[in-house]
């Protein structure tokens, strides 16, 4: 009887596995072929030849933004919209570090949450997501430097939750 209600157990506790991955990869299926599809488009239409990772930017449009190399390997940044792809070598632009250190000039204080390549007002920049203590709470800002020079583009200061 022991036996039963043990093997019992362990088939219900294999269904339920189961059924959670099926599960997992059901939710997550269309993501990773948006993904897939956006390394295809970029790998097909320009110089990059690796692929080191696919980051979403969302903003006015989506984009999927894909960081690579090419065939000799110099870094590259790609931006996907819609099937069209726009792609830059790193060294043709300010680097993400250049950019952290600019938000860190702004205030010491500042705590750099993200920094991610964007669009803003068709221009190709640098997102970044920081917060500071104001009045005794966590204030969130975006700031956002173009890609090409460097110049700050915009601040957005985010209300208190």
Known sequence: MGK????????????????LVFFYRTIHSAEWA?????????????YMRTIDKVEN?????????VFGKDGEGKPAIAWVHEGE?????ETAGVTESWVREQVMKQQENNDILRVMPG????????EVLYKRKEDGMD????????????LEVDTWKMLPL
Not at 34 to 46: G, L
Not at 57 to 65: A, K, L, N, Q, W
Not at 119 to 126: G, I, P, Q, S
């Open 57 to 65: 930017f969302v903003g006015e449009d989506s984009y999927r933004i």
């Open 4 to 19: 039963k209600i043990m093997y019992s157990l362990i088939a219900v506790l294999l269904l339920i596995v189961v059924a």
């Open 34 to 46: 948006d993904r897939a599809a956006a390394i295809e488009t970029v790998t097909a239409s320009t």
């Open 85 to 89: 792809v726009h792609m830059e070598y």
């Open 119 to 126: 669009v803003l007002n068709e221009a190709y920049v640098w």
């Open 139 to 150: 204030r969130y800002y975006y700031t956002y430097y173009r890609f090409d020079n460097g």
